[in-house]
């Protein structure tokens, strides 16, 4: 009889060893996607925030065992606002060993071409804890902004396009912060030399580069592009760069850019038609490779271009506006004849 009932209690021994055993290290997903994530968030980092997180996402089973688990391992006050990726079939174990670590998913903050600061803002916002709105408040307000020894119009210079990794959790000055640290080490002296030499500062060589950017995608035309403009700053006559009037239109899909567009942005600091001079700020976030185009400009004394008829993006040069007037009205007449308007 001792006998049986010993063999009974070691076997419910080893039943409820292999029980607590699935439930801790046994698959405790409850979703079928690859993966899910679980944001914590500024301010919102309680146990009872966590836990209805977790239930209302339906992410894990056995939520009363995950809570028991965390307040073992006294998780709850160390807690971190971020970003955590839950595996499809992870332990509990694995899920409050990640929580306690603060084991965060770092978020990749890719940028490209990016042409206003809303844009920027949305970008940023799809990304992080902070929204769109309030990371656009803090880069259109010159008090937050005075560390970088940036305005309003300027910021955007500091942006160059590049991958930047960053926690979710992330606050919109420490995401400039490692923009900055990125914008310096891109300005080495040598750069910086190249700027001086052209008579410009770091800031009016980014601006320039966004226009020749928006110019070609022709990375061996765009140091000659660049030399017109320069020609036509040491001239004092206005630029006249079409893709400036296209921001201040704030429309970047116009083919032809016509008189009224040029007229109805008449009073816009971008219209380089109206005014003389760089704009206050980029119309786009410039490639690296078009910045150095800019610092190595050739030498011309080109004064005019417009697109090639079947130039497949190039552009024809001109020195004086006769000859530019030919080339131009054999591009309009190209387009005429295509009926792109």
Known sequence: ??????????????????????????????????????????????????????????????????????????????????????????????????????????????IKKIRTKNDFASLVGKKFETDSTRFLQFISQNDSLKKFALDTNTIMTMVMPNTYSYYWSTTPT????????????????????????????????YILASIVEEETLQNDEKSTISSVYLNRLKKSMPLGADPTVKFAVGDFTIKRLLFGHINSTAASPYNTYKNKGLPPGPICTPMPVTID?????????????????????????????????????????????????
């Open 293 to 341: 185009a800019v610092l190595d400009t050739k030498t011309t004394e080109y004064l005019f271009f417009c697109a090639k008829v079947n130039g497949n993006g190039y552009h024809a040069f001109a020195t004086n506006e006769t000859d530019h007037f030919k080339n131009a009205k054999a591009y309009q007449q190209w387009l005429n004849e295509r009926q792109i308007h």
């Open 174 to 205: 420490q995401i400039l912060n490692k923009l900055a640290a990125q914008h310096r080490k891109f300005w080495t002296e040598e750069r910086k030399q190249k700027a001086a030499q052209l008579g410009l500062t770091k800031e009016h060589v």
């Open 1 to 110: 009889m001792i006998k049986n009932i010993g063999k009974l209690v070691f076997f419910l021994i080893v039943v409820i060893v292999i029980y607590f055993s699935w439930i801790f290290f046994g698959p405790a997903t409850n979703f079928s996607e690859k993966q899910k994530y679980l944001y914590v968030s500024t301010g919102k980092t309680t146990k009872e925030d966590i836990m209805k997180t977790i239930t209302e996402n339906s992410l894990l089973k056995h939520t009363n065992w995950f809570q028991w688990l965390g307040n073992q391992w006294k998780i709850w006050p160390r807690l971190r606002p971020g970003k955590f990726e839950i595996s499809k079939g992870a332990s509990l174990f694995s899920i409050a060993r990640k929580l306690k670590n603060n084991q965060q998913e770092e978020v990749n903050l890719v």
